[in-house]
């Protein structure tokens, strides 16, 4: 029976890195022996956690909501753990959410950028979170919102695969 871990995370932080730290608030920080938590997140500690130490047959990494800051777990870090991943124990145990930020900064952007992550990496779905930010809706309906959703859509039917992953 296969495992499926469908909500995964990651941080790789350059060594010179100084702000936020996303570890700092999942819960296997309290156990980190790092203060830094630079070491408990890392690619390396992520494989042995899902691969080596649990049943997991597939890990879904998952886009995280860091917008205007360094990202931890951009596509290009969650593609070079998939291609580790990949050299140790063959294909497809890693699948990637691709970031869609449809309601940060000018909507032409955010979707261009998706457009430029889906020709640089094998995206499996794309992960949204409408809490971001100002905020929004898949389907517009609020009339005080930021009209994104509906863009956001047509553009993931363009550009497939046609999942998405919405954290509210």
Avoid at 13 to 18: G, L, T
Wanted: aromatic share 10%.
């Amino acid at each position: 029976m296969p495992v499926i871990d469908m909500q995964c995370h990651l941080l790789e932080y350059p060594a010179d890195y100084e702000g936020f730290n996303f570890g700092s608030i999942f819960a296997g920080a309290r156990d980190c022996e790092d203060p830094e938590l630079f070491s408990c997140f890392n690619t390396e500690r992520w494989i042995e956690e899902i691969f080596d130490r649990s049943d997991t047959t597939v890990g879904v990494l998952s886009a995280l909501p860091a917008v205007g800051t360094y990202d931890p777990l951009s596509a290009e870090v969650m593609d070079n753990c998939r291609r580790q991943v990949e050299e140790l124990c063959g294909d497809n145990r890693v699948l990637v959410q691709g970031h869609a930020w449809a309601n940060i900064g000018e909507l032409d952007e955010a979707l261009a950028a998706m457009e430029r992550e889906h020709a640089d990496y094998p995206i499996s779905a794309w992960k949204a979170y409408c809490n971001v930010g100002d905020g929004w809706f898949l389907d517009d309906h609020d009339p005080e919102g930021k009209p994104v959703g509906e863009a956001f859509l047509a553009k993931v039917e363009e550009l497939g695969p046609n999942i998405v992953c919405v954290h509210k």
